[in-house]
């Protein structure tokens, strides 16, 4: 949360003196340059504009890269066998792009985040280049033909100083140069976007919906995870596609339910949405879920289940109230369902455990998860 506040705090600060300044600093050298008839001036504002606007890109990619790493800290840790305290950017990059010495193959999910933002950050970069010079060689195009000094010329004649005329005359062109200059940046970014693709949501922005969804206490549907499914696998969107001559998405819904059907057991579709939908598993998981893997954090999705149910008759069978949605009231149910608590992040609780000796990190968690079964029901 700090993280998020102080970050915004330099990105506005960043976006005054950058990007939306490039635009202001060419606007205040186009009023210079034109007042004392200097074409220098509007270049300097450039050369000043331009590598803070840099500067915000970089800043904006390297949040973004952090905000990932966050979000699968635990998978990461889990799939390299290390501790989630210790996991670096370089092991967010080795778990995308996957380490055949050690036979992990790569995340298709976290590639494609780790790739968009790069290329963002070069987007971003580009489109402000770009859109500041020719915002300022259209000014001074308009200066050349003499369209503000007419307008000056007329306003003289209407009684107005020349001094006025002429400061009226640099802050028109000024005003120009920042206008144009922030719309087309605007424009070269979301065609630079097209370019490459991305104009549709990523499958980390879709899992952190699904995240929000379940949070909010709602609910992601089993055809939604074939969707990502489908987009992460492009040999089964042909399948589907010589099977029934369409994509997924435009399939009716009786032919989707016999896809479904038919990639349930090798994906875990139905147990995988209903363990997120219950808290049982966190969003995270569908990053390796939807390539048919498992991150190694938690036990399966059958497995969490069955626990989930047993638990369940148990606490009604002592009377306790059980509301609708368990896992957006942390509800003490959870707690008892052996792997939950790591699902609810509790690995934070042990990221202070000193390593032993012939235990993997996936093992460490689950003994530390017994103990604490253990604990809870010594207090019940």
């Known amino acids: 949360m700090l993280d998020d506040i102080a970050y915004g705090v330099r990105w506005l600060t960043a976006f005054v003196t950058g990007r939306g300044a490039t635009a202001l600093a060419v606007a ?32 904006s990619h390297d949040h973004q890269q ?23 950017m370089q092991h967010l990059r080795a778990v995308a792009n996957g380490m055949p010495d050690r036979r992990i193959p790569g995340n298709k999910t976290l590639h494609e985040a780790l790739e968009r933002n790069d290329r963002h950050r070069t987007i971003a ?68 976007n097209r370019m490459f693709g991305y104009t549709t949501p990523s499958l980390d922005d879709q899992i952190e919906r699904v995240a929000g969804l379940v949070r909010r206490g709602h609910s992601m549907g089993i055809g939604q995870m074939m969707r990502m499914i489908v987009q992460v ?11 029934y001559g369409l994509s997924y ?32 598993l966190p969003a995270q998981e569908l990053a390796f879920a939807v390539e048919g893997r498992r991150s190694g ?20 069978a002592e009377g306790l109230e059980i509301p609708a949605r368990p896992h957006t009231q942390r509800h003490a149910l959870l707690e008892r369902v052996p792997g939950v608590v790591q699902a609810q992040r509790f690995v934070d609780r042990v990221r202070g455990l000193a390593p032993q000796q012939g235990l993997s990190h996936v093992q460490r968690l689950e ?14």
Do not use: C
């Open 28 to 59: 205040g050298a186009v009023a210079a340059g034109v007042t004392l008839g200097s074409p220098v001036l509007p270049l300097i504002g450039l050369a000043l504009g331009i590598p803070v606007t840099a500067a915000l890109a970089t800043m």
């Open 66 to 88: 952090r905000q990932l790493r966050a979000h699968y800290r635990e998978e990461i840790a889990a799939t390299l066998g290390i501790a989630p305290g210790s996991v670096t």
């Open 125 to 192: 970069v580009v489109a402000n280049v770009l859109s500041a010079i020719v915002a300022t060689g259209l000014v001074f195009a308009l200066h050349t033909f003499g369209l503000p000094g007419a307008a000056s010329g007329w306003l003289a004649n209407a009684g107005v100083s020349l001094t006025q005329a002429g400061a009226m005359e640099a802050t028109l062109l000024a005003t120009t140069a920042a206008v144009t200059g922030f719309g087309l940046d605007q424009l070269f970014g979301h065609a630079g």
């Open 233 to 243: 696998n492009p040999s089964i969107d042909q399948e589907i596609r010589a099977r």
């Open 249 to 280: 998405r435009q399939l009716p819904p009786e032919h989707q339910r016999d896809v479904i059907n038919h990639y349930d057991n090798a994906f875990q579709i139905r147990a995988t949405t209903e363990a997120i939908n219950r808290g049982l």
């Open 297 to 316: 954090v938690l036990p399966p999705a059958t497995a969490l289940l069955q626990a989930y149910a047993s638990e369940l008759e148990k606490a009604k």
């Open 367 to 380: 003994q530390q998860a017994a103990q604490h079964a253990d604990t809870s029901k010594a207090i019940h």
